[in-house]
């Protein structure tokens, strides 16, 4: 904060000649006139000198952080080579082989004609398993970008940590997971001979090497773990930091189908909190329907996905017993590959309501496929968390429905059947209005390029500005305890 100038009217009896007493001597008058020299000199040295003298005391990681600015997030950027996010991409691009866990990978065809050439910033993949995740990819983007082009970014990108709110990793870390899943899902849960574990390892080693991470034990780190795997053998070290999350589902050492769920090995919702960390929005895989296309819906309800999930997803086999053979209702087994795609559009683009129950995790892309189709999302899962709340007000186009109801014989049916004509134009109508929210393409090649200001970077950088009081109180909390004395975040979760 600048120095307040003290050389103001009536300061000290000083400055003004009608404040000081007639009987003053004339040594007592040049000795303060002397003092009042000095006095201005110094603060106009201080007022005037650049700012790295300023804050030339800046590198004592005792230094409270700056205080967040009225109308943007001030990002910098971690030093991480670029193996660990373009490099990682290239990789991705070169190799000729197929992802293993689905029958055609768009990226990879059985019978390579060729390879990607190098580029500065190569596409992120079409392969639907990992396009859903590309928050990473558009985050970095937006941040890689030049200042003059940057004009409706809510990030201001700054040089130093010292002047920032926040550090931004840009480690592509559900890339890094993705690619070890599809190529050798067999060695994801072990360290040795696991590809991503080394890149995780070396990620987290020099982030937690710096004067940025001791600064703050890492409470104003950014890392994007949209994949509910991303960074799964390091999570623990990371937990302090602001995680971009899809949801809290994902997060457990061991899968709930061995462990039931209660395992005292299961990583505990301490380490994920809304109060610190953000909900951002899946990657929809289906092309935007405008309002002025939409047409008459011939079906009711309509869902394509798996039957068989896990952990609170078992509730999707249930519904499909009760509703596959109910009339106006579509339920399908697929996958988003390239017939599934086609499949999905058509279905959700000619259907009033699309079924949105919980899978392994509480959400999954279907909900923002839905929103894109102007499909009203009928969400059946009561653990849900969701991208954007307190700027964005799902009841305004989507249908929540306690568990318990939707399993009742006819009950869901009935109460889809309910809503007016008028009531589901109102829903489209304001989804509408909130599909540009949920949209990360910047229509820029390789993510470089101006963002849209209402796009989900931006909600994103917004949300994370929201969280910036609460973190540098924990900061400031941590560094006066005493030795030996822990005081952790306390995240009160749901």
């Keep these: 904060m600048p120095l307040k100038n003290t050389a103001t009217a009536g300061a000290g009896g000083i400055l003004h000649p009608s404040t000081l007493r007639p009987l003053c001597s004339v040594p007592s008058l040049l000795l303060s006139l002397a003092l009042a020299t000095v006095l201005l000199s110094s603060l106009f040295f201080l007022r005037s000198a650049p700012p790295l003298l300023r804050s030339s005391s800046s590198s004592s990681s005792s230094e409270i952080p700056p205080s967040p600015s009225a109308d943007r997030i ?9 193996s660990l996010n373009y490099g990682l991409l290239e990789r991705y691009w070169s190799s000729p082989h197929p992802d293993s866990r689905i029958p055609a990978d768009p990226d990879h065809p059985s019978r390579p004609t060729h390879l990607r050439k190098p580029a500065d910033y190569p596409p992120y993949p079409e392969n639907p398993l990992i396009k859903q995740y590309s928050a990473e990819y558009w985050i970095l983007g937006d941040l890689e970008t030049p200042p003059g082009a940057r004009g409706g970014s809510f990030a201001e990108r700054v040089a130093s940590w010292e002047e920032a709110d926040v550090v931004f990793v840009p480690f592509f870390a559900t890339l890094s997971a993705e690619m070890q899943l599809g190529r050798d899902k067999g060695k994801f849960r072990r360290k040795e001979g696991n590809e991503d574990y080394a890149r995780q390892r070396e990620a987290v080693d020099l982030v937690k090497g710096s004067e ?8 104003d780190h950014v890392f994007v773990l949209t994949d509910p795997v991303a960074m799964w053998h390091v999570r623990d070290e990371i937990a302090p930091a602001i995680l971009l999350v899809v949801d809290f589902g994902g997060w457990y050492r061991l899968d709930s189908k061995s462990s039931n769920g209660s395992s005292s090995d299961m990583v505990h919702h301490t380490q994920v909190s809304l109060l610190k960390d953000v909900v951002v929005p899946y990657t929809h895989l289906l092309p935007r329907l405008h309002l002025l296309e939409n047409q008459k819906r011939q079906t009711l309800l309509y869902f394509k996905g798996a039957k068989h999930r896990h952990r609170g997803g078992v509730v999707r086999e249930k519904l499909w017993d009760l509703l596959v053979e109910v009339p106006g ?13 086609e499949q999905s559009i058509k279905g959700m683009s000619s259907s009033e309501f699309c079924l949105h ?20 999302p009928v969400i059946i899962s009561d653990d849900i968390e969701l991208p954007f709340e307190g700027i964005l007000d799902y009841s305004d186009f989507s249908v929540f429905v306690a568990t318990a109801d939707a399993l009742r014989p006819n009950w869901l049916i009935d109460r889809l059947r309910s809503f007016s004509e008028e009531q589901k134009d109102r829903f489209r109508q ?31 950088w917004k949300k994370v500005y929201q969280k910036l009081p609460m973190i540098k109180e924990a900061i400031v909390r941590e560094r006066r305890k005493p030795p030996g004395v822990s005081i952790p975040l306390r995240c009160h979760c749901t």
Aim: hydrophobic share 35%; net charge neutral; proline share 10%.
């Design 74 to 82: 001030r990002v910098h950027v971690a030093e991480l080579p670029r």
């Design 329 to 341: 209702v579509i339920m399908e087994e697929g996958f988003p590959n390239a017939t599934g795609r």
């Design 212 to 219: 940025a991470w001791r600064r703050s034990g890492g409470r």
């Design 430 to 460: 304001n989804m509408a209005k909130v599909q540009p929210n949920f949209e990360y393409d910047s229509g820029h090649q390789g993510g470089i390029g101006p963002i849209p200001p209402d796009g989900a970077v931006n909600y994103i």
């Design 357 to 376: 129950p919980a899978g392994d995790t509480p959400t999954s892309c279907r909900l923002f496929d839905a929103i894109q189709s102007l499909c009203i």
